[in-house]
């Protein structure tokens, strides 16, 4: 798949060092290290102001510049990769979604160069393998949603009822696990829903054993909750005891490291989305995001916002990013083995954000807004594969599906395929899954959710939670 990587590297005490990594353009090898020495402060301007000095920084690299020349020539998605290895994590404080060339104005904005950011190390597979199951001829996508950001629920569970309907509408199996801090809530959801999709849970503790619930195995986990970021990022989840005792300071505080523990390691885990505030914020001086923590193997993908953000505008990237996501597992769906660029699942999400907060008309209406750059996308690499598999989750058929893809169409190497698909190519095929997805068990699924009745709903009184 075509696209533009640039790698940010450190040596030892030496200054920060960019190159041009990955190029579609045919020619010479790249060569060229140009130094970074950016600070935030030259990019604390408006939108086109800031992006524009940024792209004039990487253009200062030769290699870059002359990349740039030839994929903006261009009409087709060549995505652009800013990817930093270790000790080159303070390049990930930049707004790099602002990035503006004069011909072709926001690069995340435009329909063939998003921009997306990526962690480079030498103990990460160079293409990442997941799962996608197809049933009765349909994609099956597995949401577990956390909502944990108090009476801030509401929103984000019509953005979610509306994205089952949509997924009917266009013939995706979307399934939905809800797991809620707030009892009423839970009450609340099930009966609109009609069915039992939404658990409340009382501590962390009761959270992390719903989310380990190996009934229920999990494309994407999706985290509303709030969110700090700077010198040490956490995550704040109010629970059910957090309502009864009605302080905000009895929210519950969640690190990187302890949510990454937490994190089921399957194969069919695609995503993390922590629609919370500044979990993408890496401005704190040699410090690395909330977001970026997560990213390994057991989080190819994660997306996060790199400031506060309105629960209103939290929802509108919800239901576009969701949209994005039944995109692509269509197309997956129907091509078998994929690989799957995850740079642009944005671009539906940010044209909402910008609509919402719409200031003039015409290509100006970005550049007097920012709320549409905060949503980032953070990938592990940018080689994604998706493999199909129909009927219940199967290693073994995965592994003969992506081995004659990687022969038919050389989309994949078989020695870099995960030890428990490699193992399984020449088998005959009697493994046996350790666990089995069960069968319409406390999951909303696109036909079955019901509207609301009619009647209209009291609305609850707000218990002092904060929007983020």
């Not at 099930?190 to 939404?198: S, V």
């Not at 994005?324 to 954000?353: F, H, M, P, Q, Y």
């Not at 020695?415 to 997805?437: I, M, W």
Request: proline share 6%; aromatic share 8%; hydrophobic share 40%.
């Amino acid at each position: 798949m075509s696209r533009v990587a640039i790698r940010f590297e450190r040596f030892s005490n030496a200054p920060c060092t960019f190159r041009l990594h990955q190029t579609p353009q045919v020619g010479s090898e790249p060569t060229i290290f140009e130094p970074f020495p950016l600070t935030q402060a030259q990019v604390q301007g408006p939108p086109r102001t800031s992006g524009e000095t940024l792209f004039t920084s990487l253009e200062n690299n030769d290699d870059v510049s002359k990349a740039f020349d030839f994929v903006l020539a261009q009409e087709t998605l060549v995505p652009v990769y800013l990817e930093m290895a270790k000790g080159a994590e303070s390049v990930d404080a930049f707004p790099w979604e602002y990035l503006f060339s004069n011909t072709q104005r926001f690069l995340a904005l435009s329909k063939f160069w998003p921009i997306a950011r990526s962690l480079y190390s030498a103990s990460l597979p160079n293409v990442t393998f997941r799962e996608l199951t197809i049933r009765a001829g349909q994609p099956q996508i597995r949401i577990l949603a956390v909502f944990g950001a108090g009476n801030d629920w509401r929103l984000e569970w019509e953005a979610f009822r509306d994205l089952l309907k949509k997924a009917e509408e266009e013939g995706c199996d979307l399934r939905l696990r809800i797991l809620v801090g707030h009892a009423s809530a839970s009450r609340e959801i099930n009966h609109e829903a009609g069915a039992r999709i939404a658990w409340p849970f009382t501590n962390l503790d009761e959270l992390w054993t719903l989310l380990r619930d190996e009934t229920f195995l999990p494309n994407v986990i999706h985290f509303l909750c709030h969110g700090t970021g700077g010198k040490d990022p956490v995550m704040h989840c109010a629970t059910i005891l957090d309502h009864e005792t009605g302080t905000k300071e009895r929210f519950d505080v969640i690190a990187p490291s302890e949510l990454l523990r937490q994190i089921p390691r399957t194969r069919f885990l695609w995503m993390i989305v922590l629609n919370c505030c500044e979990l993408a914020d890496a401005t704190a001086e040699s410090q690395q995001s909330f977001a970026r923590g997560l990213l390994g193997n057991e989080a190819p993908v994660v997306i996060a916002h790199r400031a506060p953000i309105e629960v209103t505008d939290a929802a509108e990237v919800t239901r576009g990013l969701y949209e994005s996501i039944l995109n692509k597992a269509n197309v997956a769906a129907e091509d078998g083995a994929r690989e799957v660029d995850w740079a642009d699942v944005l671009a539906l999400a940010r044209d909402r954000l910008i609509s919402k907060h719409r200031k003039g008309t015409g290509p100006q209406t970005a550049e007097s807004t920012v709320q549409w750059s905060l949503p980032v996308v953070y990938v592990t690499s940018p080689g994604f594969v998706m493999l199909t598999n129909h009927g219940d989750p199967d290693p073994a058929g995965s592994a003969r599906a992506a081995t004659n893809s990687a022969m038919q169409g050389e989309l994949l190497d078989v020695d870099q395929l995960p030890d428990e698909y490699r193992k399984q190519v020449d088998d005959s095929g009697s493994y046996v899954p350790s666990v089995a997805l069960t069968e319409d068990v406390g999951v909303a699924t696109s036909g079955e959710v019901q509207r609301a009745a009619e009647a209209p709903r009291e609305d609850e009184e707000d218990e002092g939670f904060a929007a983020c």
